[in-house]
Nanobody, 121 residues
């Protein structure tokens, strides 16, 4: 089971940190990714990190602004800096047992319920 938190209303240019918590087993043996969805778009890949702690995979639209990290075995953070209006949407964390931090949505087995990010300009 995954649970996201940290969403809210931010101004463009501000920062926000989202958390993904793995209940029960934790996240140590899982590749964890973030996806987002807005009413106008399909769910899209944001970032992913392998449980092998290799270089994370970022979508081009967030590279250099967003970063992911794991402060402990239960949690992964998505640090969002210089947030833009186009970053608004429902953010989901997802997990898979494979070590490959793929951007393909259908490759992820476990999903959270999402947390909403709203950006004001």
């Amino acid at each position: 089971q995954l649970a996201e938190s940290g969403g809210g209303l931010v101004k463009a240019g501000d920062s926000l940190t989202l958390s993904c918590t793995g209940n029960g087993r934790g996240l140590t043996s899982y590749t964890v990714a973030w996806f987002r969805q807005s009413p106008e778009k399909e769910r899209e890949f944001v970032a992913a990190e392998s449980w092998r702690s290799t270089a994370p995979n970022y979508a081009a639209s967030v590279k250099g602004r967003f970063s992911i990290s794991r402060p402990n075995s239960q949690t992964q953070y998505l640090q969002m800096n210089n947030v833009a209006p186009e970053d608004a949407g429902q953010y989901y964390c997802a997990a898979r047992t494979s070590e490959v931090p793929t951007s393909l949505l259908h490759e992820y087995t476990y999903w959270g319920q999402g947390t909403q990010v709203t950006v004001s300009s």
